[in-house]
Each structure stands twice: as C-alpha cells, then as structure tokens.
C-alpha cells in the first residue's frame, strides 16, 4: 500500500518532540522536553463558570455550525486586547480565529506555497513550522539566529536570492529564546518590503515577558501587510485549540477558503466559552500571573545551570517565554547525552529536530513553564551531572 | 501580491453554499438552502451539565494539550457503539478523533493526492470533499448516482482506467439523499478489492434512517482497509467541531503525522466535554428522537411537494438524512430559479456546484431538518409556485 501515498509524505515524520513526550510520561522522570504550559495557572473555575454561562445564555448557538472568520464577539476582544496591550490598531474584521495557531501554518502552506519555493526560517527554527510548511515541500533557507535576532546579512542575501516567505518567532523564540533587538526588527521590516517578502509573524509568547521592555511587533513596521499570527493556548489554555491571525484582505481572503476546505469553521463551543471567559475576567491580571511564575521558574533555572553544569556549556538567557537554549562545545552530541540523561530521569529535547540542515548536533531545549523550584533544581543538578559524565 | 499565491489556489473559491446562507439570514425568507441539524435538538442541558462534571473533575487536564490521536476514553465509546449499535468490529486504536470529519477530507488529500492523481467521485458530489480534494489538484472522476447507488459500468471503468481513491457517501447521500441498495454496497466492495482502490466511506447521517432498513457499511465488505468516517454533528451537535475516522495501522500512521502538522490535535475541551455527555446520557434514545422529527419533516416535505410543484418536477424521497433532491425539466436552470425565489422569500442550493463537470444545472438540493412543518408547507408552496411561473 504504501506506494500509494503522495509524493509529499516522503519528507516529513511524527514529531520528535511528542514521540519524546511518551518517553517522559514516567512521573519519575524530571522533564525539561515538553513545552506545556503549567496546568496550575490554568483558570478552571473560572472556565467552568463561563461554560455554564454560554450554555444558560445562547443555549443552542453555541452548539451549531457557524463562520468560517470566527465569533464577531471573540475577534472584537482580540482587536481590543491589541489596542490596550500592545498599542496596536487591528480592524476586526481582518482577524480569523483558527484551530490553534498551528492551523495558520497549515493555511500559510496551502494558500502560499508552490514545490520548490524559498521559504525562510530560523536557524534553529521552530518544529511546529517546519513540519507544516515540509507538506507542500518548499525549499528551506535559513538564517542564523544570534541573540539579538538574525543575521541580517544572510537574511538580505536569502530575499535577494528570491525568497517567497519569511516565518519568524520574533518574542522568545522557540526553541532558542532569542528576542529580536528594536533595530533588528526595524531592519527586519525594511528588508521585508524593499524585496516584497510576505512575513509570517509568530507571537504565542510575546506577552510572557519577565524583565526588559514590550517591543513593537515587525508587523506593525511593515508597509505591505504579512500575517500577524496569536494564541489563547499560553495565555489562557491550549486544551481548546484557540488561535488567530491578522492579515490584509486579499490574503485573508484566500486563507478563509483554505480554511473552510480544512475544518470548515473553529469550535463554536470552544470560541463561545473563551469569548465569555475573557468577557467576565480580567485576563490581564491572570497573565501577569503567569508571568510572575514563569519568570521565577525562569531564574531558578538559570541560577541552577550556573551552580550545576560545567563551565563549557553556553545559554541565552531569555527574557520572556517558556525555553532556555543551550549549547555545548563542538562535538558533544546531545542526542547521545539524551540517552545517557534519561537513565538519570532527567529529559530535555536534543537541539538537532530544530535544524533543517542536520547541524546543531551539540544544543538542546530546556522548558521551564512546567517545572517548579524544587524540580528545576533537581532537574538541572542531575542533568549537569550527565553532561560532566559526557563530556569526560 | 496575487502572483504570490500558490498555484493550487487558483483552482478553488468560497464555498457556493456558505454564501448562499449569508444571503438567506434575513428570517423571513424561509430556507431550505442550510445543511444545518435543527438546532431545537440539541441537548443543551445535558452539555451544560457534562462541561461542569468534566471542570469539575478532571479539571486542568481538559484545558491542556492532549494527543494527536485523540481521546482515549471518546475512542473507546466510538468503538463500543459501532459494535451496539451497527455491529461493526473496531478496535479503539484504529480510531483518530479529527477536527469535524471536514478535516479528514484535507488529511486524506495530503496524504494520498499527488497532482493529476484520478480521485472517483458521486455525481453529484458532497461539495465539502470537492474543495478540500480540489485543493491538492487531482484530476476529478465522476460516476452516475442512480437511485440505488452508482452506475457500476462507470465506476469500474473509472477504477481499471487507474484510479487512486474513490470517495462515497453511501446513506442518505449530501446532496442527493441516495442511499445505496446491499447488492451495490457488495459490488462496490468487490471493485475496490479487485483493482486495490482506496475507499473513502464518509458517513455523516447513517444513523438518521426514518424507514427502511440499517445496511452494513461498504467498509465491511472490503478485504483491504479503507477509510471510515464518523461524526458527532449529526447526532449530538457540530458546534464541537468532532469527527473521526477508522483505518488500518499504515494509513493511520500516515493521517496522524498529516494531524499534527494541521492543527497539533483536536479540542482537549471539546472531546473532554462530549465523552462525559456520551457517558452519563443516553445518546441512542436521542438519536432516536432525531430520527423521529427529521422522519416527520421529511414526510411533510414530500406531502407539500406532491400537492405544489409541478409535475414536471421530479424527486428522489430519501429513506433519511437531512436532504431531498429535485430535478426539473433539461433546459431549466435552478440558478434562474433562484433569483427568482428568493424574491418570494424562499431559498434552496442549486445543484450545479456539486457537479466538478458542470452538468446539473436543472437540480436543486432541499434541506429538510431545519424547518418545521409550518415553514415547510409554506416554503414548499412558494418554491412550487416560483418554479410554474419559471417553467411557463
């Protein structure tokens, strides 16, 4: 049978990240692999009270079939949280709520991408991307990621040498936690529209910032509009596959009847019971919550790597988000330190899924979202001891 | 900007009847245009209730990332009613939970349709299938619906002439409401044996059968495994968004690595929220009630058009579902006919979007599960005269 499938399969696998997930489901293990939010911050009671809600007020509208664009209450708020939040007009009826900001990818894909074009990533860039853009098999370029944004000398050369798209996760970035730099971004942008580039903006985490200060988005330096993409599932909760982007309306158009062939609408249940929730709540202290937690488990993290791993290992620092990147000396293969790492049950995510050209053999992810003190420190001492084991 | 898209984009536009439904909001038009469930139906109460006992007990895990395949549990009451219910065998890992069985549709074109792939389909077809399929730039094959089932001189014609997939609907057929007879379920099962065809069997509305008997699925007279599509809109309510499929271990590997790049996984919330309903009501006996209004509308809308529409008019009654379909003289175009209705504020979806070839310009689609007796005989009357004043 398998000579049947579509040329297209060949390329792309299960995700590495979720086959490593199975592994790490053992309690015992201290993970540092997975990149959930923490289910403590979660607001359960508050979810459970609008959902009663939703039910004893719209009743049967929330259990039927409805638009393809999304609820006209939930993309209004999102419009509103810009303007408070980040200081940003967005129109409403530009935004298209969709399953989860990973269906944008999908859509992205679909509405954009011809075999064989250039699309630009991060290098490492993020897995969640790179496996929905692989389907319509375009040629990766990337660029590397420094820790103030990319380089913008192989940025320039890539949309010179006819670049389609630029996917970016500009706020603490997965998997690096790098932040683009005001300049970078303000580069970024310039690039973007001298050479006519469509920009695909990432931003699940920009709103979990520790210390430092909000940055613009590059979105809003353009002239031509890319796609601004956002999420409930950091801010609020992933279980309902909420997300949403922002975009001009000849895409938006194009990405509507992708959006009906692939699932015909977003949830009517799930978009009705956030739309009440954030009606009814004040989201914006509950995300200052998180940020409180994430920022703490943050710097314990960071403090525990200075005490625990040797000294030839190298992290950035990040100033918001749920990951810590780190890199060891040349050579060192953190596939192998995995192995090694998990007899001690303590897991990570080894760097290289994150590298479409098979490099960054010597790096890996660490979450720290999911992690309290006493784990982190736990984790962090027996991992270190792991890599001294391995770099002997 | 439109030399950007994708070349595949080209090919496919909004959905013909989601714009219809935009012109038919204004409620006093009487509509049989929707495919909607009547949405007096809906157990909102018992939704209420199940989301409250799932907040209240499993809590934090029902807003949190889940697995691609679905949950376990919802898996297991899919497999155990199968058995009940149409005693079918199904083993609860062969199961993958999917966003609507819309998206089974995308997963099923990525993962087998390569460009010019030959793709079988019903003429008329559900149109949900054509755009999604159209996406992924096949080349279309169509068989003659007979009352009955498919023509089957075409069908294997279409299958020795190459084809990868054939795609049916085979109860209560959207639009045409056929359902096909044992005999060509039998027929159909040995012709995708023999020439090794993928067989898509999508059925949405099979238990809603007012008359007749319950025939097996085409799915279980194949020797090689095709793929079963399920959903719970019909049943219980579409606004969750849930839809799943049943398929042997190698596609099913194949669709689940296509799931996690288009959306991660289905609404934690959702599924979590329609196993509890699953498990602390009775789904059978509300079916049953389903089954007991759409059979009385149904019956009222065959009535009203015998006493209404002109002889020259024709109709398939189908044995369930939520759709009737009509055919008027060669030469008449229901697209004329419903500029025409409309202004007697009566709407219906003309039959030619779901033909890919163009033919079907004389048909017309009836919903009937959305109108009560009342509107029925009303709307019936109004569409009968529209379509005498057409005819002369």
Known sequence: M??????????????????????????????????????????????????HGVFAEIGASALQYSTTEGDAGLRAIIAKRYKDVRGLDVDPDSIL?????????????????????????ERPGYLGAIQAFSLFEPEFVTVSLEPDGPNLDELEAAFRDGAKCFYSVPNFQNPSGV???????????????????????????????????????????CKNPGIL?????????????LGWLVTGKEVYDKLVIA??????????????????????????????????????????????????????????????GMFL????????????????AIKDKVAFVPGRPFYVDGTGENTMRLNFSNSDEGRIEEGIKRLGRSIATFLK
């Open 97 to 121: 709520v969709t399953t989860g900001s990973q269906q944008i990818l999908d859509l992205v894909a679909k509405v954009f991408i011809d075999r064989g074009d250039k699309i630009v990533i």
């Open 179 to 221: 932040t683009y730099s005001l300049e970078k971004r303000k580069a970024v942008a310039a690039l973007l529209d001298k050479y006519g580039v469509l920009f695909v903006e990432d931003d699940p985490y920009g709103e979990l910032r520790f210390m430092g200060e909000d940055l613009p988005s590059i979105y809003s330096f």
């Open 229 to 241: 993409c956002g999420s409930f599932s950091k801010i609020a909760a992933p279980g309902f596959r």
């Open 259 to 320: 959006k009906q062939a692939a699932d015909l609408h977003t949830s009517t249940v799930a978009q009705s019971i956030m739309r009440r929730y954030l009606e009814t709540n004040d989201i914006e202290s509950h995300v200052a919550l998180i940020r409180e937690r994430y920022g703490y488990q943050r710097g314990v993290m960071v403090e525990m790597i200075k005490r625990y791993f040797p000294s030839e290992v190298s992290i950035i620092e990040p100033e918001g």
């Open 2 to 51: 398998s000579n049947t499938f579509a040329r297209r399969m060949g390329t792309v696998h299960r995700s590495f990240i979720r086959e490593i997930l199975k592994v790490t489901a053992n309690p015992e293990i201290i993970s540092f692999a997975g990149g959930l939010p923490n289910p403590e911050l979660f607001p359960v009671a508050a979810m459970d009270t609008a959902a």
């Open 325 to 340: 990147w780190a890199t060891m000396p040349e050579g060192v293969s953190s596939m192998d330190l995995f192995d090694v």
